[in-house]
Nanobody
Framework: QVQLVESGGGLAQPGGSLRLSCAAS????????MAWYRQAPGKQRELVAV???????NYGDSVRGRFTISRDNAKNTVYLKMNSLQPEDTAVYYC?????????????WGQGTQVTVSS
């Protein structure tokens, strides 16, 4: 039974911060590439950040310098620290886990957590 459980979403003011967490179970966490995506109404799903199994960190252009992805393999958890939030960051945020052993398979997905940035 694979499960990705997200937490930390909610309402923030412009310029504020939020920290998202995604706890994974039922997988060998250390061999999965973890990523955060987001999707706003009427828009395509957008890659936000990636944490590979070998220490690389990658970010989408719109969040680079403001967001930080990190992972704790001992806790089977990936985080997304979001600073300097703007209304354009409003979206449903999803975490995903892709097994490097089966890279062409569909990744696992969390249920999504709403982030709303508004004054």
């Amino acid at each position: 039974q694979v499960q990705l459980v997200e937490s930390g979403g909610g309402l923030a003011q412009p310029g504020g911060s939020l920290r998202l967490s995604c706890a994974a179970s039922g997988i060998i966490f250390s061999r999965h590439v973890m990523a955060w995506y987001r999707q706003a109404p009427g828009k395509q799903r957008e890659l936000v950040a990636v944490a590979t199994t070998n220490g690389d960190r990658n970010y989408g252009d719109s969040v680079r310098g403001r967001f930080t992805i990190s992972r704790d393999n001992a806790k089977n958890t990936v985080y997304l620290k979001m600073n300097s939030l703007q209304p354009e960051d409003t979206a449903v945020y999803y975490c995903s886990a892709r097994d490097i052993v089966t890279p062409l398979m569909e990744p696992y997905w969390g249920q999504g957590t709403q982030v709303t940035v508004s004054s």
